[in-house]
């Protein structure tokens, strides 16, 4: 089972209670002592992937203002504008439309990783299966307080978290829901369900 605790900055905070926001499943606001679904945390990979492309928009618009007009040939100054605006929606726009498609939602039941910006994917993995969580940083992840962790499920691949902020606190996080949800009464409808069994049913 996952260990480790942090007392990292706080991404990822208690569950709050109200009605839950559009990237969770519409569920009714919960009542206080309800077993409703509730949002825990919903987070990105860490801000710091976002250096690069932003430093490559940076050098795209100064050696643009640096060249225009400069050119020997007409049709050189004339292309000029449209390989910039180019070089800034590859190097600048479409990185961070990609970091900005894949959210980690955390919530009281499940994980839900969601990905993709025209063709979206979705992976849900639910907290009373239980599952493994391993953490990886580098020097520069430690650094930063942000880690990517490894969701063994029992499948064939895991689930991963890349590069996510207060990878500590997530981890954690992740691991004291998986131990409230083993430990959490069955849902009403389960409940109902259980009070019709008899002795002998399975």
């Not at 991404?11 to 002592?33: D, F, H, M, Q």
């Not at 449209?82 to 190097?91: D, E, I, K, R, T």
């Not at 600048?92 to 990783?113: A, D, E």
């Not at 580098?138 to 064939?156: K, M, N, R, V």
Request: glycine share 8%; proline share 7%; charged share 20%.
């Amino acid at each position: 089972m996952a260990s480790g605790a942090g007392t990292t900055d706080a991404a990822v905070g208690s569950p709050r209670r109200g009605r839950p926001t559009a990237t969770v499943e519409a569920i009714p606001a919960p009542k206080r002592g309800s077993t409703a679904e509730q949002t825990v945390a919903r987070m990105h990979s860490s801000a710091r992937r976002l250096f690069w492309p932003a430093l490559a928009v940076a050098a795209v618009s100064a050696g643009y203002g640096y060249a225009a007009g400069r050119l020997p040939e007409p049709w050189e100054n004339s292309a000029l504008p449209f390989v910039a605006l180019a070089l800034v929606v590859l190097l600048g726009l479409i990185p961070y439309l990609l970091w900005l498609s894949r959210v980690y939602t955390i919530t009281t039941r499940r994980l839900v990783v969601r990905s993709g910006f025209v063709i979206r994917s979705r992976q849900e993995v639910l907290l009373t299966r239980g599952f493994d969580v391993t953490m990886r940083r580098g020097p520069l992840q430690t650094l930063a307080g942000s880690g990517t962790l490894f969701i063994d499920t029992g499948g064939e691949d895991p689930v991963v978290l890349r590069d996510v902020p207060s990878a500590k606190l997530v981890q954690a996080t992740l691991a004291d829901l998986m131990e409230h949800s083993h430990n959490a009464p069955g849902t009403k409808r389960q409940q109902q369900i259980a009070a019709t069994r008899r002795p002998f049913d399975p």
